[in-house]
């Protein structure tokens, strides 16, 4: 439980700094933390025009019983998991949840 609440805090810091105040754009970020299940997004909504809802994940990572942190969506340009280690996790705890499980060998990061 220890490292769930250790990295738990570690990606709740990296959300917090991808949030934005997009409130001028009729659009909102939300972090959403679940520590009990082990997940933890970057949520946006909001309308993009008076026609048009828009709700979409930019960030979604899982502890897994394992301790490990699945990443499991990342729709920014940034290499998240490196992000993650400069927070102090530690690399081997890291899986691409989002590569092919056939590619995961060459990420340098854990395959599951």
């Not at 959300?15 to 970057?42: A, M, R, V």
């Not at 340009?77 to 060459?106: C, M, N, S, T, W």
């Amino acid at each position: 439980m220890k490292k769930v609440k250790k990295y738990g805090d570690a990606i709740s810091t990296l959300l917090k700094g991808y949030q934005h105040d997009l409130s001028s754009q009729n659009i909102e970020e939300h972090i959403i933390t679940d520590y009990k299940h082990g997940h933890f997004q970057l949520l946006r909504t909001g309308w993009a025009d008076e026609n048009t809802y828009r709700m979409g994940i930019l960030l979604h990572f899982q502890i897994k019983p394992s301790g490990k942190i699945w990443i499991l969506a990342n729709w920014t340009e940034d290499d998240v998991a490196k992000a993650l280690i400069d927070l102090g996790v530690k690399k081997e705890d890291i899986v691409l949840g989002f590569q092919p499980e056939f590619v995961r060998p060459y990420s340098g990061y854990a395959v599951a």
